[in-house]
């Protein structure tokens, strides 16, 4: 158990739809990472916020928003879904910013299925 | 901006049989890090290289960091069925680019 939660594991939802999935760092973590994980592809980048604050930016589409509340949970907006969001989306953590050594813990992951 | 490659996408080994996979990126690293994903599961940290040329070793696993720090390689002696998952090699660098993953390396072993 790396400590960091994840929910909801599964999701199904339509074309044109909006969701939200959350994530619980490790108690301590201050950094929050989220990844999309298409099938058979790598661990594609999206966004990291620290302590609150945006801090790294990846292939976020505009669709697509983020947050960290003052309790240090995140989450992950995505709307007007497309067929091609399709994906498994990891949230990891980090004690601090991310430099210096640190390693990140992954949650077990949120599948979401656009249909 | 920074990129990190992977060969090979997949492997297929007889258990047994010895496994390398290759790693490297566009850009100088300050230091490279290895994570092992298995099947329906999630990415879990291995081991973290910091200095020039570095060799760790795990067991079966060594892992190396390239003299520019530039490359890493992971190499298993003996696969076994326990070692079936996918390898993500992270790049982490000090230009505000931090965990830069690989495609990563799927192995197959074969019992």
């Known amino acids: 158990d790396s400590g960091v939660t994840q929910t909801p594991k599964h999701l199904i939802t339509a074309t044109g739809q909006r969701v939200t999935l959350r994530c619980s760092p490790r108690s301590g973590d201050l950094s929050v990472y989220w990844y999309q994980q298409s099938l058979d592809q790598g661990l594609q980048f999206l966004i990291q916020?620290?302590?609150?604050?945006?801090?790294a930016k990846g292939n976020i589409l505009e669709r697509f928003s983020a947050q960290q509340f003052p309790d240090l949970h995140s989450e992950l907006n995505l709307s007007s879904l497309e067929l091609g969001d399709s994906a498994l989306y990891f949230c990891?953590?980090?004690?601090?910013?991310?430099?210096?050594?640190?390693?990140?813990?992954f949650g077990s992951g949120t599948q979401l299925s656009v249909l | 901006g920074q990129q990190v490659m992977q060969i090979p996408q997949y492997q297929h080994v007889q258990e047994g049989e010895d496994f390398t996979t290759y790693c490297n990126s566009s850009t100088t690293l300050s230091n490279i890090q290895w994570y092992k994903q298995r099947p329906g599961g999630h990415p879990v940290f291995l081991i973290q290289l910091v200095k020039s040329g570095e060799v760790k070793k795990q067991k079966r696993l060594t892992f190396q960091f390239g003299e520019a720090k530039k490359n890493s390689s992971l190499h298993i002696t003996a696969t076994q069925t326990t070692d079936v998952g996918t390898y993500f090699c992270a790049g982490v660098n000090n230009y505000g680019q931090n965990f830069v993953f690989g495609p990563g390396t799927r192995l197959s072993v074969l019992p």
């Open positions: 916020y620290y302590n609150g604050e945006e801090r």
């Open positions: 990891a953590s980090s004690p601090s910013l991310g430099t210096g050594g640190e390693k990140l813990f």
